[in-house]
């Protein structure tokens, strides 16, 4: 079965650093997504890419944070200056289709700011 | 604005009981309803997938049903087993968001399977 792969599982870093999580999406799906879960609450959407550019963003996703597909295989969240808030477990997402396609989702990084 | 509500919040029941999970939504504008299942610190694992055009899905002893006009969910688990403990997390892909794109999540539904 083809699985999402994301690194690290657990990051912790210092508030105010910057941090990159990484996805290797499923090789033939298109669409790619972030979403985050902070501790006791629910999974919420951070941002969908396609075709090398956003396709939607959420309020969550304001200017510290920013994707990048810099390779055919890698898809990057980035993190610039972390404050504690943004502590949580943060899942990566890919899909086959835009609309009536499931989601598969990696098993998440654990990112704790300090 | 899409909101999902998952009941009961935790459920708790003995090994080989038949149990029903519920997932409610505002919007019954979807492309479709995604049941997954979440183990404590790990990722979301999909368990079925349900198009607005369908009633029902089933896979093995699990079994979803989808009443898109009413705005509710269930998924059915027979004959539970001690494996079948989880967080059980149901997510709607809502039509009349900007593209489509998101899913929208419940809270879930934390089953403990006691031996």
Redesign the interface.
């Known amino acids: 079965e083809p699985e999402v792969t994301?690194t690290p599982s657990h990051q912790v870093t210092q508030m105010g650093q910057e941090v990159i999580l990484r996805c290797v999406p499923i090789s033939n799906h298109l669409?790619f997504?972030w979403?985050r879960q902070i501790l006791g609450q629910?999974?919420?959407?951070l941002v969908?890419f396609?075709n090398n550019e956003i396709?939607?963003k959420?309020e969550i996703f304001d200017d510290q944070f920013s994707v990048e597909r810099p390779d055919g295989s890698n898809f990057t969240l980035k993190i610039r200056s972390t404050k504690l808030e943004d502590s949580a477990?943060y899942?990566c997402?890919s899909s086959r289709t835009?609309?009536?396609g499931?989601?598969?989702?990696?098993?998440?990084t654990?990112l704790t700011v300090v | 604005k899409q909101e999902v509500t998952q009941i009961p919040a935790a459920l708790s029941v003995p090994e080989g009981e038949n149990l029903v999970l519920n997932c409610s939504f505002t919007d019954s504008a979807i492309y479709n309803l995604q049941w997954f299942r979440q183990d404590p610190g790990k990722g979301l694992t999909s368990l079925l997938l349900i198009q607005s055009s369908q009633r029902e899905q089933t896979s093995g002893r699990l079994n979803a049903s989808l009443d898109k006009s009413s705005g509710r969910s269930t998924l059915y688990i027979a004959a539970s087993q001690p494996g079948d403990s989880a967080t059980y997390l149901c997510a709607v892909r809502p039509r009349r968001e900007t593209s489509g794109s998101r899913l929208t999540f419940g809270e879930g539904t934390q089953l403990t399977v006691n031996p």
């Open positions: 994301q669409y997504y979403y629910k999974v919420e959407f969908s396609y396709s939607e959420s477990m899942f997402a835009a609309l009536k499931g989601y598969t989702f990696g098993s998440g654990r």
